[in-house]
Structures are given as structure tokens and as C-alpha cells.
């Protein structure tokens, strides 16, 4: 069975983890969100990539779910002793050698998707994973900052400040002019069926499908599109999306967030046990909706979610 999932950072990852688990001899393509990327000290640093990268290929930070573990943080240190920032973005020395390898391949010309694809010939993460666009997309969120309105980093916004004012505006800076990465849409076409995690639907989900013809391919794909909710209970199960989610007018709750995507798009949404009563709504917005436990609370309660969510594909599909 081929598989495609639109995949944010530590949501989507650890859902991965589960899929690996619940359908093992699957074929996966993520497709990976690139607008969390950030360049610092001259290199371009790809959060979300290198989550599910280290994620599935067994380096991750469990505990913070980004970042090496083992770390230390000697080059961290030496650049704040010559007062060079950003302190508040925490990259590892072990992290740091990733971004050399990435920003030095793309010096030499190489796409990111062929950058990433040879950072994942180490790491084999067991899925192929594709960056939603070779083309730079750098997400800023408009704030209040000293009564003046500002755009800052998406970065600045979620670790400096995080996430702590209102967030009056998210742009996918650069995603009109973004062209779907080599093998995204070929993928999307191919598959049986398109997932999407629960992961950001604003920053990470909706800003892959900002990238110009991504949106059309898997709402034309013709199969099943199953997404869960990472709203349970009228609050994010982790990070801060109800913050991104009011900045586009979208209520923190799985019902609203199921609508957001739209009928368009999604054709399944499973929401957690404790929001039974968002079921009917969803359905009545033409979407099968089924309530389940969705905390991926370890990889046999993912593991559990994922067989849920290709089981209501098959529903649809028949
Ligand atoms: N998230 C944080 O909350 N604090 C950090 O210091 C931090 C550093 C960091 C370094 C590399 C990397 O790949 C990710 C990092 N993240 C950090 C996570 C990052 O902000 C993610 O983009 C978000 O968590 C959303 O996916």
C-alpha cells in the first residue's frame, strides 16, 4: 500500500513512528513542512525535516522531541562568548554538523530534496522523505511588539516568545512562488492514501498545502484523505496551535478544525473519545468522523491510531 503523509515536526514524526509500526510493509512518502526552516550563522536549519529524520532513524531527543540526543552545546557556548546570536535558538554541536552538511551540499548547488535525501541515506528513516518545496518558504507571524505591528520568524515567534502574544497574522512567506518539491506530486498520485497527522494544521499541514498545487493534487487524487485531529478537548494535545489557529480564525476545536481543511480535501477525521460530541458536526460538514483515542501516548497507541485512520479509508473508499 502506498501512503503519503503531509508531516509537521514532533506530531507528525512520532506519528510516523506508529505508522512504521501499524503498516510496516507500506510504502511512505512524507511530505515534510520546510516553512519552520531558519537560517543562523550562515546555515539553513530544517527543523521539521530533521525531526522526522532523526526521529525515525533513532537519533532524536525523545524527551523534547527535536534535537540530538547526547548533545552538547560547546559551539552554542563559544558564539554567545563572541556576543553572535541568536542565544535563544538551542542547536547542539551534534546538530550543527547536519546544518554544515546541508548548507554546504546546497552551496553546491544541490535542491534541498537531494540534500535530504543524502542526510537520510545515514540516518534511513524507513520512509522516503520529500520537502514540500525546493524553494526557500519562511513562515513569520505578524505581532504587537511595543505597540508597533512586526513579522517576526515563525521561530522567534513559537521558541523566543513562545508563542506567549497573539499571533495577528501567519505567512508562509514565499509559498506562492514555491513549486512542489521533484517526486511530491508523482507521490500524491500514486498513492492509496493520503494521511494527515496531527500536526499543525496552520504552520506545519496548511502551509504544505500553501505550496501551489499541492492543495489541488490530493484534494483530485481520487482516494481516501484521512486526517486526525490534534485537537482533543478544545486544547492542542501539544505546542501551541490554538494560538496559530485564532491568528486565522479557526476555534481550538477538532469540529472546526476537520472544517478548516474543509470536505473539499478531507474525506475521514478522527477525533479523540473525549470530543464524541464533535462527531455529527463533522459528518453534517460532509466528512465520516469517527471518535477514538488519539494520544500517541507511545507507539502502540499510535500504532493504534494509524490502523483506525486506514480503516475509515477503506470506509470511504467503498
Ligand atoms: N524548539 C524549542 O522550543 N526550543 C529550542 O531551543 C529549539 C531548538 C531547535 C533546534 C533545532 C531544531 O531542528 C528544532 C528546534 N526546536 C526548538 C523545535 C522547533 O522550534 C520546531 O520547529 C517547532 O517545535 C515546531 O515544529
Known sequence: MRIVVLAGGIGGARFLRGLKAAAPDADVTVI????????????????????????LGGGINEEQGWGRTDETFRVKEELAAYGVGPDWFGLGDRDFATHIVRTQM????????????ALCARWKPGVRLLPMSDDRVETHVAVDDEGERRAIHFQEYWVRLRASVPAHAVVPVGADQAKPAPGVLEAIAEA????????NPVVSIGTILAVPGIREAIADAGVPVVGLSPIVGDA????????VLAAVGVESTAAAVAQHYGSGLLDGWL????????VAEVEAAGIRCRAVPLMMTDVDATAAMVREALALAEEVRA
Open 106 to 117: 546546497l552551496s553546491a548547488g544541490y535542491p534541498l530534496s537531494a540534500v535530504t535525501e
Open 192 to 199: 492509496d492514501v493520503v494521511l494527515f497527522p496531527p500536526s
Open 32 to 55: 515534510g513542512n520546510t516553512g519552520d526552516d531558519i537560517h543562523l550563522f550562515g546555515l539553513k536549519v530544517c527543523p521539521d525535516l530533521d525531526t522526522v529524520m532523526y526521529t
Open 236 to 243: 492542542p494535545v501539544r505546542g501551541m496551535a490554538d494560538k
Open 271 to 278: 477525533v479523540d473519545s473525549v470530543d464524541e460530541a464533535a
